[in-house]
């Protein structure tokens, strides 16, 4: 390729509403350009990276045993109002109508779409397992889309989902998947973790992350550097801290605490250790009728250690043996219930003396003695505080909290520390969620119908490039993986257009690359060596190559990467074979 029958189009300046750096450096090397909010032109230059990914994902899904098709886009209604996710899901899931006023949606995913092929097409456990993948278009009507492609409302993703049998074998599809994936951001010269994760709204009951460490990443990854134990804070288990619940020491007193605002404020005020204070929150859960309207409210009081904070998914997955608990969805309660319940206004509540509450505790505060908490009395706490005497054991006691760096690790082999990282990838043990909700069956040996068991299988596409650049980007732009870059090599001769032994030469060197399979642009446009330099650099092309007449007279070229602070000399005649070889490393 010649950059001059190629587009190129680099910007010395990002836009200002280019927020972080892989959406200010996509749209300075010319990758990408905003057609609407979260809506983005591919530019030639960031396609050669997307079928780069594509690539590599097609060769590692064929390898594990997937086969590809391709499912639309528009989706009809009937399918998601069978799982009832018409109804559930938010406002992202775009819905539409036709000329006809049939209901359709721009999905987001492509479960009940591949359900519906499975009840069809799949009707014997002769064919089974089976695995079927695509890479396609999506659509999330974001609120705020941000980020350029990391949080975009259009997106490619790469999808799959495997059918089998039963447990056992679906446990297999999902190990199979598990190993291709780390294939696959091996190839993609990526640093990232494979971390245990919340199987969120899409269901399931197994289900892994793949994140790309960056320290610009929305999540937080927890994981022990002595062990292989990683998980993402939604999941990461956060043990009991401290030794058993001690006998009480301290008296039950109410104290003065005015002007305070938080634990840390109370604790400072009294002249005692955060650790010895407990945090109230106040959430509730509805039961609706068939109208959707709710017809009774219960109030939970969560309790967590003043230092820590509440776990969100952990608390929606708090259960009671009587069957009562968060599952089904809660919420903040509102002040008016607060007040109604503990006759305080939030900032001093706590469990002591509380009716008609469900009080459920952290691992850690249910090992307490002597605490501090509220006193549901304005500007007053209790300390002092202990389980049996001053209040009853709690209805529940819960894994309730986020990990913090230097918590033992769940797996006994050390303590966790917490990195930042962007999800990529994700890998669902589904089971029957669908198959069920949509009746696919298939028949076994007895020629009974039994349901399929499914996984389900994601990779951002387009997050991809993002997360890549903003864990591989210096001062001057772009570092790409030599796997996804643009292009691998940037032939670039000084004087191209003055000089015929420099073009001749730097011709010869091009078409040798190319016939040796090294993916190489001849920059051919004739600009000067600063601007020239800077372009292969922002864009981000792993090795660098110039020609120059001084250079050539004495035989030698001058090679650099793209990490590399100075270029190193090279015969001409071995330049070919050293940059191969500098790819392969």
Request: aromatic share 6%; glycine share 8%.
């Amino acid at each position: 390729m010649k950059a001059s029958q190629f587009f190129i189009a680099t910007l010395k300046e990002a836009p200002a509403d280019a927020e972080v750096v892989s959406h200010q450096l996509m749209m300075r090397a010319g990758m990408i350009k905003r057609l609407g909010a979260g809506i983005y032109n591919y530019m030639p230059m960031g396609l050669r990276v997307i079928r780069k990914v594509e690539a590599i994902l097609r060769e590692e899904m064929v390898r594990a045993g997937a086969v590809e098709l391709l499912m639309p886009v528009v989706q009809p209604a009937e399918l998601w109002q069978e799982t009832g996710r018409f109804e559930k899901m938010g406002p992202e899931l775009m819905r539409v109508k036709d000329r006809h006023e049939r209901d359709f949606i721009i999905q987001p995913t492509s479960e009940e779409v591949v359900t519906d092929i499975a009840r069809q097409e799949l009707r014997s456990y002769k064919q089974l397992p089976k695995n079927f993948f695509h890479i396609q278009t999506k659509f999330r009507d974001e609120r705020r889309p941000r980020f350029g492609v990391m949080r975009g409302r259009e997106f490619t993703m790469k999808d799959a989902y495997s059918f089998d049998r039963d447990a056992e074998a679906a446990g297999r599809s999902y190990e199979q998947m598990f190993a291709a994936y780390l294939k696959i951001f091996d190839r993609l010269g990526l640093q990232y973790r494979a971390v245990a994760a919340d199987t969120g709204a899409i269901g399931g009951d197994r289900s892994h992350e793949f994140q790309v460490i960056a320290e610009t990443g929305e999540d937080a990854i927890v994981y022990c550097p002595t062990s292989d134990y990683a998980a993402n804070i939604e999941l990461a288990e956060a043990l009991p801290l401290g030794p058993e619940r001690a006998a009480p020491a301290e008296a039950l007193a109410q104290v003065a605490t005015p002007s305070t605002s938080s634990c840390a404020d109370v604790a400072a005020l009294l002249g005692l250790p955060i650790e010895r204070t407990v945090k109230s929150l106040v959430l509730a859960s509805d039961t609706l009728d068939e109208t959707g309207h709710p017809v009774k409210t219960q109030l939970w009081l969560l309790l967590v250690r003043g230092d820590h904070e509440l776990n969100e998914v952990k608390a929606g997955k708090v259960e009671l043996p009587d069957g009562s608990g968060l599952k089904a969805g809660f919420r903040f309660a509102t002040a008016a219930e607060i007040e109604a319940a503990f006759g305080s206004k939030p900032g001093s509540l706590g469990p002591v003396g509380v009716k008609g509450v469900k009080v459920v505790a952290d691992r850690t505060v249910a090992r307490m003695s002597d605490f501090v908490c509220g006193a549901n009395v304005p500007e007053a706490h209790l300390r002092g505080v202990n389980w049996g005497r001053d209040l009853p054991e709690p209805d529940a006691v819960a894994d309730l909290r986020n990990v913090v760096a230097g918590d033992p690790s769940p797996d006994g082999k050390g303590v966790l520390a917490i990195q930042r990282g962007i999800e990529v990838g994700h890998v669902f043990y589904l089971g029957t969620k669908y198959s069920k909700a949509m009746n696919a069956t298939f028949l076994d040996e007895t020629g009974k119908p039994r349901l399929f068991e499914m996984g389900c299988y994601g990779i951002g596409v387009t997050r991809i490039l993002g997360a890549a650049i903003e864990q591989n980007h210096d001062g001057r732009g772009i570092v790409w993986p030599a796997s996804i870059a643009p292009f691998q090599v940037a032939v670039c001769p000084i004087g191209y257009d003055r000089s015929e032994a420099v073009k001749a030469a730097a011709d010869a060197l091009h078409a040798e690359l190319l016939a040796a399979g090294v993916d190489a642009i001849l920059d051919d446009r004739g600009e000067r060596p600063g601007a020239m330099f800077a372009d292969w650099e922002l864009i981000g092309v792993p090795q660098r190559v110039v020609l120059s007449d001084r250079g050539l007279k004495e035989g030698q070229v001058e090679l650099q990467g793209r990490r590399e602070a100075a270029a190193t000399s090279c015969p001409v005649a071995e330049a070919a074979a050293q940059l191969r070889a500098r790819l392969v490393a």
